[in-house]
């Protein structure tokens, strides 16, 4: 019996499956990171960004660079 499980290497969401998205508040500024299913636009938030580095662990995290994730608002 193990108590404890390894972490996987890799993302957590497959990328032909869920896009990744920062969504932006347009009045707030408020970002937050989700992944958007593709097959029905179902949104996931994650996380709050409050700095670059919450975007850049996101973007480690979905295994894309930060560069290539898109913003909508």
């Known amino acids: 019996m193990h108590l ?6 890799g993302p957590a969401y497959p990328p032909e499956e869920y ?4 969504r932006s508040s347009i009045c707030t500024g408020e970002k937050t990171a989700c ?3 593709r097959s029905d636009g179902k949104l996931i ?4 960004l ?3 580095s919450d975007l850049e662990e996101f973007a480690r995290s979905v ?9 909508i608002y």
């Open 35 to 37: 992944v958007r299913r």
């Open 63 to 71: 295994g894309v660079p930060a560069s290539e994730i898109k913003t």
């Open 45 to 48: 938030e994650l996380m709050l």
């Open 19 to 22: 896009e990744p998205l920062i």
């Open 50 to 52: 409050r700095t670059a």
């Open 4 to 9: 404890f499980k390894r972490k996987q290497s």
